[in-house]
């Protein structure tokens, strides 16, 4: 019986042909460190992950000014010192003079030049009284200008009254950029209402020295009773709640201002402090500038530090306690009144 062997392949190993494959990618795929440049003048490519941080300069604002809280120490300028309208924010100075006279005691009648005003409004009517407390929170929190015209009545005598103590201490507390017409910030003759990001910046910082008013700064919603019927304020700040660590912060708007913005934000101890002029879109902005300050060492004392002016009459200022925003609401295009 005849058996056959298996006939012998002619078919070499694959192992050194793949061996000489290898070590044959490896020399032409073999750059020099991303850092380095070789002799073509090529420079090759850092493909390193970088920061998807936006710098600062991508803000909208005209004016923008981002302060360390305890220091005082500038970490982004923009037109510091430029004349701006500052809209609502107005009532930043209203609400310091008023609780530097009076805290948040006593009661105030309604005069009829009281409710002369556009919206936001509580509204207040004629005759009713209504306590001090209730109109802080309806000035910080729904931004009513007929509570500024009060508040401002009640402790000057008038309305005119009042705003030559505004301008009075605006001059005290070093803010040679700013000009006051009224006490809630609605469009006032060319001219007349201005401020700028240093001057904000300073009336800010000592409004929220003391703590009753950095707590209603920092209120999302509070409801109060008048004449008029039961009335739910909710704060204007939309990045109050939605953005980490906000705190308390003073919102503005007209066609003219457009967005104006007063607010401080604390993580882990440390607190950062923005005010912005003339913005389109302050949502989007103060988000950039937190994200960035917060990203930077914290600074030591400096030189070119903000601080806010002592209070009058002995009242020292208390220590300081400290993903994409829904679109801006509309505004009717012939509406000038001082809103969020």
Same mark, same amino acid.
């Given at each position: 019986?005849?058996?056959?062997? *298996?006939?012998? @392949?002619?078919?070499?190993?694959?192992?050194?042909?793949?061996?000489?494959?290898? %070590?044959?990618?490896?020399?032409?795929?073999?750059?020099?460190?991303?850092?380095?440049?070789?002799?073509?003048?090529?420079?090759?490519? !850092?493909?390193?992950?970088?920061?998807?941080?936006?710098?600062?300069?991508?803000?909208?604002?005209?004016?923008?000014?981002? %302060?360390?809280?305890?220091?005082?120490?500038?970490?982004?300028?923009?037109?510091?010192?430029?004349?701006?309208?500052?809209?609502? @924010?107005?009532?930043?100075?209203?609400?310091?003079? %008023?609780?530097?006279?009076?805290?948040?005691?006593?009661?105030?009648?309604?005069?009829?030049?009281?409710?002369?005003?556009?919206?936001?409004?509580?509204?207040?009517?004629?005759?009713?009284?209504?306590?001090?407390?209730?109109?802080?929170?309806?000035?910080?929190?729904?931004?009513?200008?007929?509570?500024?015209?009060?508040?401002?009545?009640?402790? $000057?005598?008038?309305?005119?009254?009042?705003? !030559?103590?505004?301008?009075?201490?605006?001059?005290?507390?070093?803010?040679?950029?700013?000009?006051?017409?009224?006490?809630?910030?609605? *469009?006032?003759?060319?001219?007349?209402?201005?401020?700028?990001?240093?001057?904000?910046?300073?009336?800010?910082?000592?409004?929220?020295?003391?703590?009753?008013?950095?707590?209603?700064?920092?209120?999302?919603?509070?409801?109060?009773? @008048?004449?008029?019927?039961?009335?739910?304020?909710?704060?204007?700040?939309?990045?109050?709640?939605?953005?980490?660590?906000?705190? *308390?912060?003073?919102?503005?708007?007209?066609?003219?201002?457009?967005?104006?913005?007063?607010?401080? %934000?604390?993580? !882990?101890?440390?607190?950062?402090?923005?005010?912005?002029? !003339?913005?389109?879109?302050?949502?989007?902005?103060?988000?950039?500038?937190?994200?960035?300050?917060?990203?930077?060492?914290?600074?030591?004392?400096?030189?070119?530090?903000?601080?806010?002016?002592?209070?009058?009459?002995?009242?020292?200022?208390?220590?300081?306690?400290?993903?994409?925003?829904? $679109?801006?609401?509309?505004?009717?295009?012939?509406?000038?009144?001082?809103? *969020?």
């Amino acid at each position: 019986m005849l058996t056959y062997a *298996p006939r012998q @392949t002619n078919n070499p190993s694959l192992i050194p042909v793949l061996l000489v494959l290898t %070590v044959w990618l490896g020399l032409f795929c073999w750059t020099a460190p991303a850092t380095a440049q070789s002799k073509s003048g090529f420079l090759f490519k !850092d493909y390193a992950a970088k920061s998807k941080l936006p710098p600062p300069d991508e803000i909208k604002a005209v004016g923008a000014l981002l %302060v360390d809280g305890k220091t005082g120490e500038v970490l982004y300028a923009r037109n510091p010192d430029k004349h701006l309208l500052p809209a609502s @924010t107005t009532k930043l100075m209203t609400a310091l003079i %008023v609780y530097e006279k009076v805290g948040l005691n006593g009661n105030v009648t309604i005069t009829e030049d009281d409710t002369k005003v556009e919206p936001s409004s509580v509204p207040l009517i004629p005759g009713e009284t209504v306590s001090v407390d209730k109109l802080f929170h309806a000035l910080l929190i729904e931004s009513a200008n007929d509570s500024a015209r009060a508040l401002g009545r009640h402790v $000057a005598g008038s309305t005119e009254a009042f705003i !030559d103590m505004m301008n009075e201490r605006a001059l005290a507390m070093g803010c040679f950029n700013t000009h006051f017409a009224n006490p809630n910030g609605l *469009p006032a003759p060319t001219g007349t209402h201005y401020t700028s990001c240093a001057d904000l910046m300073r009336i800010f910082r000592a409004v929220i020295a003391h703590p009753e008013l950095r707590e209603i700064c920092s209120t999302k919603e509070y409801t109060i009773v @008048t004449e008029s019927g039961r009335h739910t304020f909710r704060n204007h700040n939309r990045l109050l709640g939605f953005y980490p660590g906000m705190g *308390p912060a003073k919102t503005g708007w007209t066609i003219a201002s457009r967005h104006t913005y007063a607010a401080a %934000v604390k993580r !882990d101890g440390r607190e950062i402090l923005l005010t912005l002029l !003339d913005s389109p879109d302050k949502w989007t902005d103060a988000q950039i500038l937190f994200n960035w300050g917060f990203a930077q060492p914290a600074p030591q004392p400096a030189a070119n530090a903000i601080s806010p002016a002592p209070a009058p009459s002995g009242l020292a200022p208390s220590p300081s306690t400290t993903p994409p925003v829904p $679109a801006p609401k509309k505004k009717p295009k012939n509406s000038n009144t001082a809103t *969020p």
